[in-house]
């Protein structure tokens, strides 16, 4: 807790976040894997790439080792003890995130492209970053823009997917019930990720019609998580996939394979939040 006692480790949420990640291990190829190590590890070397040297809390050396010794040891409770014991120590959230989060992923990292580090122990070490990322979260939520009442979601095609009028339709529907719909078809991942960060929606649904793009799906997801942890994320799609199995291993709130239920749901979720 802080100060003020806002919970902000979610040691559930680190768990499962965990136990998501190592069924990704087993569900991909190498070169995804890879792909999602390094989206990781550059989100955390960010974090601190447009502070002030002066700004940033660096962890003592044989501290940052120790943690990442416990990540490449596969050894997550060693980890989260060592951060829990920090916090107790009255280290903020934001020092953890530029000392520990950061420092350890900018070590990861050369040691990954120095050889230092195998492939496997590096994918999960990214994997318990993810988590702590995830799971440490900032004690109070931004406000997203717009006028009170606004139910902002932006609705979009997953990375080479090629069938639009599925998620057209939804859109349709969904402003028919006063949303405000961004519908975006057709963008790389690259390009979604863009727009997702400047519009900051509280809602992000994806049409997934095609398994063999179900890495891309997986992709999408992390890069949301780590810009914008606060955005659920929802997939519809014409049942294609079992709900149950893509929740498995993709990192969404909801699967969906009918719109009208989504919309109601969705709008009872908006009202538990408060803004409905």
Known sequence: MDDNGNV???????????????????????????????????????????????????????????????????????????????????????DIYFGYISGSAQRLGRMWEEDEASFSQVTSASGYLYALMRALRPVSRDATPGAPGRKHALFCTVPGENH??????????????????????????NELLDQIAVGKPEIVGLSFSNPERLSDLTQLCVSIRLSLPHTLIVVAGPGVVDPDQLQQVTDVDMVFTDVDEAEQQLARLMHMRGRD
């Open 164 to 189: 639009s009028l599925g998620v057209s339709m939804a859109a349709d529907l969904f402003r028919r019930q006063g949303w405000d719909i961004d519908l975006k078809l057709g963008l790389s991942h």
């Open 8 to 94: 902000i480790l979610d040691l559930d949420l680190f768990a499962q976040t965990t136990e998501l990640f190592e069924r990704k291990k087993s569900s991909f190829a190498a070169e995804v894997l890879q792909g999602l190590a390094h989206s990781v590890i550059s989100k955390a070397v960010s974090l601190t790439a447009s502070t002030p040297v002066g700004d940033k809390y660096i962890a003592p050396a044989e501290r940052l080792e120790l943690f990442c010794t416990h990540l490449l040891n596969d050894d997550p409770d060693a980890a989260l003890a060592l951060i829990q014991k920090e916090r107790r120590d009255g280290l903020s959230a934001r």
